[in-house]
T-cell receptor, first 113, second 113 residues
Framework: DSGVTQTPKHLITATGQRVTLRCSPR?????VYWYQQSLDQGLQFLIH???????AKGNILERFSAQQFPDLHSELNLSSLELGDSALYFC????????????FGEGSRLTVL | GQSLEQPSEVTAVEGAIVQINCTYQ??????LSWYQQHDGGAPTFLSY????GLEETGRFSSFLSRSDSYGYLLLQELQMKDSASYFC??????????????FGTGTRLTVIP
């Protein structure tokens, strides 16, 4: 158990819909990262927050947005969903920025039908 | 930008030694990490090399040569439970200069009896 909690674990929805994925980082970790993993693919970096502020954006679609709240939990919002958005979405946390060790949650598996 | 190359699949016999290579091209480099991911599971951190040389942690070792933009993960005394995907990840600046962790596409290791 990494200490990172993600909900929901599984989500099935239809094209055009909107979903919110939630992440609670390890106690004390200020950095939260979101990654997308499609079938048999690597981990694509989406976005990074540190202590409530956005620090870096990767290949995140404009239909996707995220935020980190004062209690440090984070939410990833996916809207106007398309079939290709079906993937595992991982949240990871670390105590600070610029480290090589991230602690990953178990992921949220999104299926868009 | 960043690009990482690692073999897509490796098969090895239980009890043997296997080496998984990773070459990278980056505009800047701070370190190389390795992660293990079992099917349906979360990536878990194995090692991080910021300096050249070999780091050993139990049955796993990781090597880095910054001049060659190359690293490898060495797994000794292979066990069936080592069957998993292994990802190398480079910590470096992205196009905005933000320090981030970029993952390769992973190597699926199959350990056979």
């Amino acid at each position: 158990d990494s200490g990172v909690t993600q909900t929901p674990k599984h989500l099935i929805t239809a094209t055009g819909q909107r979903v919110t994925l939630r992440c609670s980082p390890r106690s004390g970790d200020l950095s939260v990262y979101w990654y997308q993993q499609s079938l048999d693919q690597g981990l694509q970096f989406l976005i990074h927050y540190y202590n409530g502020e956005e620090r870096a954006k990767g290949n995140i679609l404009e239909r996707f947005s995220a935020q980190q709240f004062p209690d440090l939990h984070s939410e990833l919002n996916l809207s106007s969903l398309e079939l290709g958005d079906s993937a595992l979405y991982f949240c990871a946390s670390s105590p600070r920025q610029g480290v090589g060790e991230l602690f990953f949650g178990e992921g949220s598996r999104l299926t868009v039908l | 930008g960043q690009s990482l190359e690692q073999p897509s699949e490796v098969t090895a016999v239980e009890g043997a030694i296997v080496q998984i290579n990773c070459t990278y091209q980056t505009s800047g480099f701070y370190g190389l990490s390795w992660y293990q991911q079992h099917d349906g599971g979360a990536p878990t951190f194995l090692s991080y090399n910021a300096l050249d040389g070999l780091e050993e942690t139990g049955r796993f070792s990781s090597f880095l040569s910054r001049s060659d933009s190359y690293g490898y993960l060495l797994l000794q005394e292979l066990q069936m439970k080592d069957s998993a995907s292994y990802f190398c990840a480079v910590r470096g600046p992205d196009q905005t200069g933000a320090n981030n962790l970029f993952f390769g596409t992973g190597t699926r290791l199959t350990v056979i009896p």
